[in-house]
């Protein structure tokens, strides 16, 4: 079994602290932005930002996979 | 027709229409919990999409998720992020517990702590949390059929009478082998509630307000705290949020059902593409916030949150509509009824009973056992659904404070050398019943966390301590070190 690469694993931990342990910063109604409240704003727009992080996550492991298939 | 009539006539007609379909094309293909989990998966791209989209709305995000952003307001915006964060933490050990599947022949969670750990009292407790943790989750399904019966008759058939009915057919449904429903039946649900959704998160706040900002404008101006932690609650603040968020992301894949699915993945690199694709699917949800948040103002002094968006509905729009949103939010409840029911009673006969208490038990007796199963954790949900008074969402937490305690035993198995069977045992006896003794003595939250997330830092703590005071068993599977 391969454990995650360090770069997949830091791509991994953004979201984590984006969407949960920042909530103190983020958890605000103003400014608005595009008629949302901040909060659930940040929320939506990260949504979309996880899947970016984990798309890098994945081309870092399908990567490290594919050197490994090299290797004799 | 009164628009009593026509809405639960439409109701009706709409459930017995998809169960009849069921039967019928059901008999070759077999539904059980974690082709519900993944069902549909057969289908073109563009169709999958929209079903996948369809499928976020259960009863949980329908009626629980806008019921909560009614009653308690910021605190719901949990619910966005925790599917999203048990993506990305499913991203690195699904594809390991995979592995060990496919080496292991490993089929459900009982399965993976029977060959792991070698130790049957241990791999016993998993099902005996498994089903626990179900109760709960058949109960809101029950609360649902209620709220949607009663809400849709203008209140002439009450929630309880709503309940006990759809027990019965339910059970009746069950007992008589009906859980068979291919995956399009449930594809017509998922395309209706991804239609009802659109029309209700973007219908309702341009009906009363002109628009989703301006609903936001009007309710920052009338309620500013409502659309903060710890919003209308006196303590879902932000270490609530935070211990929620984790406890239910850790949770997410310990269900009995959506562990077992893991093992039916093509491969490990399926379930990566997975992580990535699927948070997206959790966008739609925020549709369900609009609704609870435009419900604030426009039915200010609802007893039950939960009746929110429905009652917004049956006030905006004509009664025909009510009546689909209601018979595809009924077949939303019930198809996830009837199969966590038969799940619950299967891992109870199967991997409880037989192993345990009768070995030389046969197929068929096992079959028997878990009709009966059936029969009482039908009456014992219903019991709990018509006597409680807990929220939709309170209810699948309850849920998430069972079943994520069996996460150390999953976690620590794929990692850490020196686990033991004994450990695990040990820490998720702990952690079980610190999450019983705290919800019980209402003390959750507790110290303003998330009491299922205290117990399973105790839990932790606990398996690892016992880990360490103890020696493996004979035969017990070591992750390998690397």
Redesign the interface.
Known sequence: MKKPSIGALALGAIPFVAMCFSVALWDRVAPTVLGLPFNLFWLIFWIVLTSCCMWGAYRFESRSENKGNRDP | MSPAATALTLIVAIVAIGTAIGFLAGSRQRMDLEQWTVGGRGFGAGLVFLLMAGEVYTTFTFLGVSGWAYSRG?PV?YA??YP??A???S??FLP?LW??GRQHRMQTQPDFFNVLYRNPYLSGLVCVVGILAFVPYIQLQLDGIGIIVSVASFGHIGRAAAMTVGTVLLVAFVVANGVRAVAWVSAVKDLLMLIAAIAIGFGIPLAYFG????M??AL?QAR?EH???PGSTPNLG?SW??ST??LTACGFYMWPHTFGATFTAKSA?TL??N???M??Y??TL?LM?FAGFAAVLILPHLQNGDLALLIVVRRTFPAWFLGVIGGAGALTAMVPAAILLLSAATLFAKNLYRPLLAPAMSDDGVARLARAMVVLLGALSLGLAIHGASTIVALLLTGYAMVAQCLPGVLLG?YWQRVTGTGVLIGLIVGVLTAVTLMSAHLDPIGGLNAGFVALCINFVATIAGSLATRASAGQVM??A?
């Open positions: 910021a915006l966005l992020a999203t964060l993506y990305v933490a991203f690195f390991q592995e060990l628009g989703i900002g301006a936001f404008t920052i500013p659309l903060v932690m932000h949020y935070m968020v984790l690199d990566r593409r992580a990535v694709v948070p997206l959790s966008l925020a916030f794929l992750p390998e690397t």
